[in-house]
């Protein structure tokens, strides 16, 4: 009985041994298993972040580039510029306004084209293109008495053939060399149209037009003086000139037109 019982235990203990490496072997592989779908895991969530991330990015450039596309070249301008003053107006029709800005050593300066397409700011075509109007800011002016020598601005001359504009204003017209000049002042404003007899042209039409226009719309105040200069001769942008000064500061308008040229510094009557 004895040996019985030894032999018994002898094989319960043999069958443990035999069973306990097999139940370790199996315990590790889930072991591992459950390592591995974890970190399988952990990837797939880092991977669909940098997913994420780089969607957003890509959502976010092309908005931008969006946005530019939409955007008038005077609206690109004002955004670029936000500080600088400038006409808020300038007439072109049904037609596009494109632009050409850049920052100068004292200022700012603009050209001004009237075009069938829409162009955004500076494009490299308009380097073939004539302006229509242009527009010149320049700042930092040591005095007031700096400002003037820049405009240099002319003195209507009184000996002239008197003319009614309307409005209580009177020109004084004379002929020069083939000329008729037809000058005036409203305020702190010298006006000076110019047209060729040899054209039969005739200034004071366009004169009244002018006067007329004045009453009911306003140009900037000068702090001095500010001066406006037609050549109905001139069909380029320079046949209008309006310039005027602040204590440091010469604004300086040029049109093709003379109308378009006062529409444009009305609107920085505000500024």
């Known amino acids: 009985m004895k040996k019985i019982g030894l032999i018994s235990l002898f094989a319960v203990a043999l069958l443990g041994a035999c069973q306990s490496p097999s139940e370790t072997s199996q315990e590790t592989t889930n072991e591992t298993v459950r390592t591995t779908e974890t970190s399988t895991s952990k990837e797939e969530i880092g991977s669909s972040s940098v997913s994420s991330n780089e969607t957003a990015s890509s959502a976010e450039t092309s908005t931008g580039t969006q946005e530019n596309s939409t955007q008038t ?48 700011l500076n494009d490299a075509s308009l380097n073939q293109a004539e302006p229509i109007a242009s527009y ?17 601005p ?16 009177v020109g004084y017209q004379q002929g020069a060399a083939g000329s008729s000049i037809l000058e005036w002042q409203e305020g702190n404003w010298r006006l000076r149209i110019r047209a060729s007899n040899i054209d039969g042209q005739d200034p004071v039409p366009l004169a009244k037009q002018i006067v007329t226009y004045l009453e009911s719309a306003r140009l900037p105040a000068p702090e001095k003086v500010g001066t406006i200069e037609i050549n109905m001769t001139d069909g380029t942008n320079q046949n209008t000139r309006i310039i005027w000064q602040k204590p440091t500061t010469v604004y300086t308008i040029t049109n093709q037109d003379s109308m378009n040229a006062l529409k444009m510094a009305v609107s920085m009557e505000q500024q």
């Not at 670029?80 to 920052?103: C, F, H, Q, R, W």
């Not at 010149?136 to 240099?152: C, K, P, R, V």
């Open 136 to 152: 010149l800011y320049q700042d930092d002016f040591a005095s007031s008495q700096e400002t003037l020598n820049t405009i240099q």
């Open 73 to 120: 070249a005077f609206e690109q301008l004002q955004k670029e510029y936000p500080d600088t003053p400038m006409p808020k107006e300038i007439p072109v029709g049904s037609s596009n306004l494109n632009i050409a800005a850049t920052m100068t050593k004292q200022g700012f300066s603009v050209l001004y084209y009237q075009s069938e397409q829409a162009l955004p």
């Open 154 to 169: 002319f003195t209507v001359d009184t000996g002239g053939r008197q003319v009614d504009l309307g409005y209580n204003i």
